[in-house]
């Protein structure tokens, strides 16, 4: 869970940086402060006469001089401070940025190294545009405002500070008037800033949405097609994207409104000042020269102002965009277990013991299942469509765990030895092969280093090599989103031929010669039959050709499972 006190608290980590930088901004805004004076204050001393403390120190160090020479002095100063001014301001935005960009990098590790453990479960609910909306848009809102909070905040502050003790000092009853008109407009952009907050999270929430069926009818784009649906599809994204432009439309007018009432406060505030300025020359002794230097801090205010405002309903995005991010660390995370043994040195005996199973909100799928599954043997797994074969094979490989009874390898539970090297143990080739939108080579080899010897061999037993060595860049052959370049039955076989490079311990085939014909699966299963001999391995299918090559024979039916052979 994120939330402000974690916020600080990681900023806290960062003192140093954060220090210098708020020295830097200290250092920043003390020259910033004289400059909107310095030219009014020739006025008075050179064009009216009245000799005063800066022409007076400026006299004491270069000499009595002319008005050009006062001018042009005074000018190079001024110039010489906004440059210093605006280096100084650079440096710290570098601090600052580094801090901010640093919190924002670890809030999305963060979120993603929970999203690496999350649960299957969880997984196949999860919808990926919104959770990419989450990770881009509302960390970036976070870290919009930490940068407004951190790096602008102190700064607008002590200027506005500054600038009142200056104002108060050169006529207190015009320093006041600010001092009171200040809170007024702070407070009245507050109340309308709290706003703000519910049309960014409508906002945020209708970005992602967008974002999800976008996704999804880019992914299902050929389905779409084949049932002549883009019509209705796109009918629905066209809709989304209208209320898109209705959120943000309701959200960037009432932000601009908010800032233009805001602003309109100011006016007014600086319409009364200058009326009140002028009655001070007339009435209170006010010179006119600083009478021009309150007019130039009036000016010289309103950026910090506006960034306190903004600072304000920046909080309240920033809040929404938290909650947002706090619901995906909320996701469900599979269980850990600790590493106590690992059964998988030798060939693996599988015992499944009184297993009971049941998707979230689904009957039991599996109720008190028990049955033994011999290594160097090939097991066929049978049963009617629906009754729980894939699930079955999704628990042995580690994806799910059984509500009840237990599984174990070697007689070691999988409670003793963690999913994590389950699944890494245990090859499941499902009938539906999904491939990275990378090159052949990565999809065989998922990044693990093999000799192209080895994975030349792989692809042989796959009858797959043939056709690899036809394709004019062979393995770096790229395979298109999902390996659309490939036919089901070449999917197929690329998933067998990973899983042979890897040389799981178990390996499970889960209708995953389905796509190829008769000949092929033939050839394929001859020239693997060692290789599954030589492990456990698990063979799920309808095929009757197929399941005779299996030694022992399961069959789930009402939810239990049935030996129906040994050999
Ligand atoms: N992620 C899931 N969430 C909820 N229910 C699921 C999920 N996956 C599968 N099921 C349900 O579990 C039951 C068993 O499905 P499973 O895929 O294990 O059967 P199967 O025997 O492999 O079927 P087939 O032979 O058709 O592949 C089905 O009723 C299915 O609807």
């Given at each position: ?42 006025i008075d001393e050179v064009l009216l006469k009245k000799p005063g403390l800066w022409v007076e120190n400026l006299s004491n160090i270069f000499g009595q001089c002319s008005a050009f ?14 440059s210093l001014f605006v280096a100084l301001n650079v440096a710290q935005t570098y601090f600052f940025e580094k801090i901010t960009k640093d919190i924002t990098y670890k809030i999305r ?145 009432k932000v601009e409104a908010f800032n233009k009432l805001s602003f309109l406060v100011f006016l007014i505030g600086f319409e009364i000042f200058r009326a009140a300025g002028i009655l ?288």
């Amino acid at each position: 869970m994120y939330t402000f006190k974690h916020l600080i608290k990681e900023i806290k980590k960062y003192k140093r940086e954060f220090i210098l930088a708020q020295i830097i901004a200290l250092i920043a805004t003390i020259i910033s402060i004289p400059i909107p004076m310095l030219m009014p204050l020739l006025i008075d001393e050179v064009l009216l006469k009245k000799p005063g403390l800066w022409v007076e120190n400026l006299s004491n160090i270069f000499g009595q001089c002319s008005a050009f020479c006062y001018v042009i002095v005074t000018l190079i100063i001024v110039l010489v401070l906004r440059s210093l001014f605006v280096a100084l301001n650079v440096a710290q935005t570098y601090f600052f940025e580094k801090i901010t960009k640093d919190i924002t990098y670890k809030i999305r590790l963060r979120v993603l190294s929970h999203l690496k453990n999350l649960s299957i479960n969880e997984y196949e609910n999860l919808k990926t545009g919104d959770i990419a909306s989450r990770l881009i848009s509302d960390v970036n809102t976070v870290e919009e405002f930490l940068i407004k909070s951190v790096s602008r905040f102190v700064i607008s502050a002590l200027t506005l500070i500054g600038v009142a003790i200056v104002l108060l000092l050169i006529n207190w009853k015009l320093g006041l008037f600010i001092l009171i008109l200040n809170p007024f407009v702070v407070v009245l952009s507050g109340k309308i800033a709290r706003k703000v907050k519910k049309y960014k999270a409508a906002q945020n929430r209708s970005i992602s949405i967008f974002q999800e069926a976008l996704i999804e009818t880019l992914e299902l784009f050929e389905q779409i097609k084949a049932y002549n649906k883009e019509d209705f599809f796109f009918k629905k994204l066209f809709n989304l994207t209208k209320e898109l432009k209705q959120k943000a439309f309701d959200f960037s007018y009432k932000v601009e409104a908010f800032n233009k009432l805001s602003f309109l406060v100011f006016l007014i505030g600086f319409e009364i000042f200058r009326a009140a300025g002028i009655l001070a020359v007339a009435y209170d002794n006010l010179t006119i020269g600083l009478m021009l230097a309150v007019y130039s801090y009036l000016w010289f205010m309103m950026t910090p102002i506006q960034d306190i405002i903004s600072i304000q309903y920046s909080y309240f995005a920033a809040k929404a965009a938290l909650d947002r991010i706090n619901e995906t660390l909320e996701l469900k995370t599979e269980p850990k277990f600790p590493h106590k043994q690992n059964p998988f040195e030798n060939p693996v005996q599988i015992e499944i013991q009184n297993i009971s199973f049941k998707y979230n909100e689904s009957d039991w799928i599996l109720k008190n299942a028990s049955a033994a599954i011999r290594p160097n043997k090939i097991t066929a797994l049978i049963g009617a469509s629906g009754g729980g074969k894939t699930t079955l094979a999704k628990i042995i490989a580690g994806f799910f765990t059984p509500n009840e009874g237990d599984i174990k390898y070697n007689g070691v539970s999988f409670k003793e030895i963690g999913l994590d090297k389950i699944r890494e143990n245990v090859s499941l080739i499902l009938q539906e092969t999904r491939l990275f939108n990378d090159t052949l080579l990565f999809n065989l080899t998922l990044g693990k280093e093999f000799s192209e010897d080895e994975i030349w061999k792989a692809l042989k037993l796959a009858e797959l090599k043939e056709t690899v060595e036809k394709w004019p860049e062979k393995l770096n052959t790229y395979v298109g989103k999902n390996g659309v370049k490939l036919s089901g039955g070449q999917k197929q076989r690329v998933a067998i031929a990973r899983a042979l490079l890897h040389k799981p311990k178990i390996i499970i085939l889960d209708e995953s010669t389905s796509a190829l014909d008769i000949d092929t699966e033939e050839k394929v299963f001859k020239n693997i039959e060692s290789f599954l001999k030589e492990r456990t391995s698990i063979i799920i299918a309808h095929r009757a050709e197929t399941i005779a090559k299996a030694e022992d024979i399961l069959m789930i039916k009402n939810k239990e499972i049935i030996t129906l052979k040994t050999s």
